[in-house]
């Protein structure tokens, strides 16, 4: 049974703190978190204890940590975890720093802790169909990828002002997607953006709408499309075109009703956003780590895969603001 | 919190089991099954004790009783948990024999216990969403009901022997949900049959393959097909028409990934059978079953539903014997 | 170049005669029809001469007829057309009548002209891909057949006073579908029917919603749902059942445009009614007579299959009146 | 009844001539094309007759021409029916030299004749009713342009070598598409391409995939993807986005059969290529074109819209080769 401390009681710290619990080799311990309030509800509700991170790092009865505190902590209390040798569950970003990454990633690195990093969008049933099918060979070598990922709508602005802005906070998601289904890295990244959905979101210099074009060193091409509006809902759908046809993974829908009246044929809206839509990939992908961990498996995604999507997520803001392809280098510093 | 007796530790045992561990308002007390060893098991993964019935039913913090056991045992426990004055949740059928089933019903409304019959579909997201939507007016009055309701392959024969006929223990569900659906009790029956899957099954005095009608008194029209083979898997559609338009609930897939090849454009087979398909549903009746009891409220499908959804399989099979349309009571005997 | 003479200058007639021009094989010659200004209109597109019967029946260029014209003239057309030894090309039904209908069907064996029922649905390009799939042992062999056909709305009193009922009138298309599809003659019919759409159709002695049940001697089952009324237009769907899998053809519509918005994700309707879905299919049923006739081969749909139709039309108005399933003889009067 | 003189009897004017005889508006008078024996046997099909160009020009009774001759004498023919005064239907490009494009442009405005281009997609049923449906507003003001647009197969190397590369012939088509459906010119055009269908078509300078990002003035964006490879045909979509929803428009397919088997649940295949999937386009612009002319209306499609398309395509081909976004003047020269 493995015992976990877990930083951060907000959203996506109960999401976790309770796929956890439904495990049957894991144990939550400890909570830590700046509500003191915060921290006692999730700790009661799992029978764990509120701790400081002093404390949870320096219990050995921890064996791994989950860390869903703001971004800004993440690369800090990473390199804590990694010298008190946990093994480190990391919500993404690492860090909107490549800087900062490189020093988390070095430390991890030198303390030989596993590491790794919360793309649950590779863990989403369909998409990760996707990936299977595609290396079971369904579709031949695999020539391009088409991700359209569009939000319900716009966070607040004080959000906006603190994200690293679209490329960083949002699209990181699709540039791991674009690698992981591409089979190899790309090397050049041309982007376009725009504000659309709120004059606002250009004060804070930011985007609210942008579009991107891959390529990998073989030439193989991915588009991403993102947009911070979608009356409809949570857009998420993936394209693979490979040698031998095309795969497509759609939107998730809560029901499969259709209703034929006067006007159309109509079915449901996709599952309103990520907790719903991705409530499943949650759901394996710390299952996922806590397998890995405890087979000394390597992990299934590890932190130079968040650091090469921060790679292509810097170059398409400077694709944006030069006019020009920007190449990229396909190997991930200190790559696996 | 509710504390509760569970007579079955087998298969849909599990399920229920699971749930109610799940659950904020609930406890596994007891486990009683035949089998020592299954009972055990059970009782061990969710911190409940192995009981006899009498215990089981003396002990006065036992609120309610879950009877997931077979079939032959349904009616017995129910009037016993229903004399110790606990709270019922019985798996349907109630009973395979109408006589039996009503001294089950008359020794309920004599302890004035609440009793819940396990019609899960009733339960399901889309099929749910189908009763919602025809209450809240999109189609109109309802005319008629279509039901297709396939299994994946047929039962072993040694269970066929003692299942009561097709009718009583597979079409017993669509019955229910042509009832709930069309708004108004069928008054004919017409029934077809045949033996299409494998003849042993004919030798057992069974069909294997069946399609029914039934109207109502109004003039609305029903009709169920049923097979025990659907090489793809767990077929489980309905279609609804009214006055203003069609509601349909289609399968539901474990993703929405589809490939186009130089054969064809495909995508997932339905899930495979009803602990795939209905998982949700098994969730959601049992937590509607709590809440009716937590808050004192009428059950949501009652042990009438479960009586006339069985008088309606008696008059197919009558239907299919005698080659005419069967007429029956729409009132149910002591409905609500 | 074949000539033909067309009888029945209307809405069916019209569609014929284009058909016809388009063909590389044949020419109109003829228009006869009721209304000397409809034919005057008909023959003027086409090239075509107004005719009386004698002389069009009289002339040896003519080599077939088409008869569309009302249906109470349909087996006296026939039949003369018969002895004047022309090809036949007949709109179902051949008559409400079965004496009739084998006074037709007598006539044409004795002439040995060639006659074809327009049965034009077993053309439709989705429909005849059934059955082209099921005789390719896509799914194996056949068990269940479920047709769905639903017309948007009632035609006028006056037409339904003559139409024979909806049986004869409308139900007859399904069954030929049903005894096409089926691969094997039904032998008996359980029919219910009501009257939801309009009251002023009972007050005709009619109904507007009915349901079918048919059996072939092996055991095959079918299922045919019918309204008068369906608010999202024209619904004409049809499921066949193998030991190996499911078909399903579905409605056809007129774009593949669809909008997701804050309220539903939502396609087109059906095509409106027949003459939009069916358009395809009145094409390739005159050019398969057209081919049939030049290649003196056998008729792809014959008088056989008209009768069959009628003997199961008859069939359900009995079942419906006694409240009985009713047997119906396997083979056809001088069947083929 | 309009008179027309053709040039070009290859797979494109065997249709037109086609669509032209079914029109009650339209007459062919003469074909004219480089082989005598092509000439003649479309002539002799729609009973025209065959001709030079000198003579066909200068027979006053010819109102309009179709160029449908291979693309390097578009241009040229252009001009010599401009000023002999004919209206002129002219095939995409008008040129792959946007000089003589220019001159072409010149020549007609001098002329004052009408001049259609043929960009057949602004005619498919699909297609247009998304145009139809933003303009009335479905989805508010258009953000986002998705644009897939995928061949079956490589053409013949020596088709490619003349074809003025990926971009000017197949990208063409899509470049339209996107300007008519953003509503507003694209100033900013950046591409990536690659050979990865067939390494025959790189030593030809060409390439076989490739991926566009554009944005107008305001800000919209779009993407556009192609491939000369496709394995399960002519892959066709488009989608929009917009304030309030998003429009998607699909394949189209023969049939709409389903097969659910132990394998999928698999439909057609969309239809092979642009004669399929386009003949319905084709009918309805050479209609559109033909009422123009006849109600002295505007051309739906004029020659500005050739030329700003290959505007774009130019700006592809110098993004592709200097990697950088390229912008491009929004007014075409001489614009309406």
Redesign the interface.
């Known amino acids: 049974m493995l015992q976990f401390a877990q930083f951060g009681a907000g959203r996506i710290g109960a999401i976790h703190a309770a796929n956890l619990s439904a495990s049957d080799h894991a144990r939550l311990r400890y909570v830590i978190d700046v509500s003191a309030e915060a921290a006692e509800t999730l700790a009661a509700r799992h029978g764990a204890s509120v701790a400081d991170r002093a404390t949870a790092l320096a219990d050995p009865a921890v064996d791994a940590v989950i860390i869903a505190s703001s971004t800004d902590t993440h690369a800090d209390l990473a390199i804590a975890a990694a010298r008190a040798g946990k093994a480190i569950f990391c919500e993404k970003p690492i860090d909107l720093s490549l800087r900062r990454v490189d020093a988390c990633l070095a430390a991890v690195r030198k303390a030989r802790v596993p590491m790794f990093v919360g793309f649950n969008r590779r863990f989403d ?2 998409f990760r ?2 990936h299977e ?1 595609i290396a079971r060979g ?2 031949g070598k695999v ?2 990828v ?1 991700i ?1 990922s ?1 939000d319900p709508g716009l966070p607040p602005l004080a959000y906006l002002e603190v994200s690293g802005g679209q490329f960083r906070d949002m699209t990181i998601h699709d540039f791991d997607m674009a690698r992981w289904l591409l089979g190899e890295e790309p090397v ?1 990244v ?7 959905v709120d004059p606002a979101v250009a004060k804070v210099g930011d985007t609210d ?3 991107v ?3 990998t060193a ?6 991403i ?1 993102n ?1 911070r ?4 809902g949570y ?1 998420q759908r993936i ?1 693979v ?1 490979g ?10 829908t ?17 599952l309103y956003f990520f907790l719903e839509r991705y409530a499943e990939a949650y759901r394996r992908e710390l299952a996922a780590f806590i397998e890995a961990v405890r087979r000394k498996r390597p992990m299934p995604v590890g932190p130079e895969d968040g650091r090469q999507a921060l790679v292509l997520a810097e170059a398409a803001v400077r694709s944006l603001r030069e ?3 920007v190449r990229v280098a396909a190997t991930a510093k200190g790559a696996r």
């Open positions: 049933p369909s169909t996707l099918r369904d579709i020539e391009q088409i359209s569009r050049e041309a982007a376009m953006g725009s504000c659309l709408s942008v579009m074009l891959l390529k073989s030439g193989r091409l991915a588009h499309n947009s509006r979608a009356a409809y857009d394209e075109h040698v031998k046809g095309r795969l497509i993974a759609g939107n998730h809560p029901t499969t009703v259709e209703l034929a009246d006067g006007r159309a044929v109509s079915g449901d809206k996709p006019g020009k392809t």
